[in-house]
């Protein structure tokens, strides 16, 4: 059962990961001028936090046993739990990155062709990338059993989210002004809205 989970962690990384990276070239080869709004602070602290746990990771997937340190006692099904959300992870994340097109970068940027992007999941939701990243880490994180590998980049995620949420949706409201505007109204930040609520 062990062998089971830990493939299915390998497989939904690597998968995960596969699809943010093709869609990342993809966006780079045909967006026009780029301004950067990302904090150099921001940009290093996920670079020096980022890169070697990176590398944590890749011996994970090889070297599991390395890790048992950090092990969590949880339940087998919990763990299918973790499997089912990180395979429903991988299609919710084609989705979004379908929707974003050459507007995706994992930075914070503004370019002169920038579109307002109000279709598929961004008709309800204006982070729709956010909450399928939760999705994925929590995944991760009931696979793996393990509150190294799986809980500091969760952990870490949060952060980043509280940190940058405010910033990233005054730089919109910067550049798209009162249509933004609108659209926050009409829409949920991590979840579509109900009956007029929503975060």
Known sequence: MHTTFHLGFVL??????????????????????????????????RLIVGVPFMLSLLVYMVQPEWFAWAAL???????????????????LILWVQAALGSNFST??????????VTQGPYRWVRHPMYTVLFV???????????????????????????????NEE???????????????????RFLPRWKGIGI
């Not at 973790?82 to 299609?91: E, F, K």
């Not at 991760?140 to 940058?164: D, M, Q, Y």
């Not at 550049?175 to 109204?185: C, E, I, L, T």
């Open 136 to 166: 994925h880490l929590v995944a991760l994180l009931l696979l793996s059993a393990n509150w190294f590998i799986g809980g500091v980049p969760l952990v870490a995620f949060t952060l980043i989210v509280v940190t940058r949420l405010n």
């Open 107 to 116: 930075t914070l940027h503004v370019r002169q062709d920038h579109d307002l």
């Open 73 to 91: 006692p949880l339940p087998v099904w919990v763990q299918w739990v973790g499997l089912i959300l990180g395979i429903a992870s991988l299609p």
């Open 170 to 188: 005054r730089v919109m409201a910067e550049k798209f002004g009162p249509a933004y505007q609108d659209y926050s109204r009409r829409t949920g």
């Open 12 to 45: 939904v990384f690597l998968s995960f990961t596969a699809i943010r990276a093709y869609y990342h070239k993809k966006a780079e080869r045909s967006r026009g001028p780029v301004e950067y709004k990302e904090g150099r602070l921001h940009t290093a602290s």
